[in-house]
């Protein structure tokens, strides 16, 4: 039970955590990405030059993608600070990197 307890407790921390990133005026998606991103997606697809990321077509929308950086996720920190032309940008650089399913 107390190992169930630990583990709840530390997913809880780590869907909490949130990085205060805030991107430059004016960069790119890429620098946004390299910056932010690219500590944990650093890997592209095997044999697919340039592509990052497999995403299920229904979640290949720059809605979704802002979302994902906004609200974060189990594994993933919120990026509460990357907004309006700066979330636009990144969302363009990921859709233009990832491969649809």
């Known amino acids: 039970m107390k190992n169930k307890l630990a583990l709840i ?32 997606h650093n890997k592209g697809i095997e044999g697919v030059p340039g592509k990052l990321f497999v ?3 229904d979640k290949a929308t720059p809605t979704y993608i802002a979302h994902k950086v906004h609200a974060g996720s189990l594994m993933m920190p919120k990026f509460p600070n990357i907004k309006d032309q700066d979330m ?9 990197h990832s491969q649809r399913e």
């Open 55 to 57: 995403l299920d077509s």
């Open 9 to 40: 407790v530390a997913a809880l921390l780590i869907a909490g955590c949130t990085r205060d990133y805030t991107p430059e005026s004016g960069a790119s998606g890429e620098l946004i990405f390299k910056a932010a991103c690219a500590e944990c």
């Open 88 to 96: 636009r940008a990144l969302s363009a650089y990921v859709l233009d």
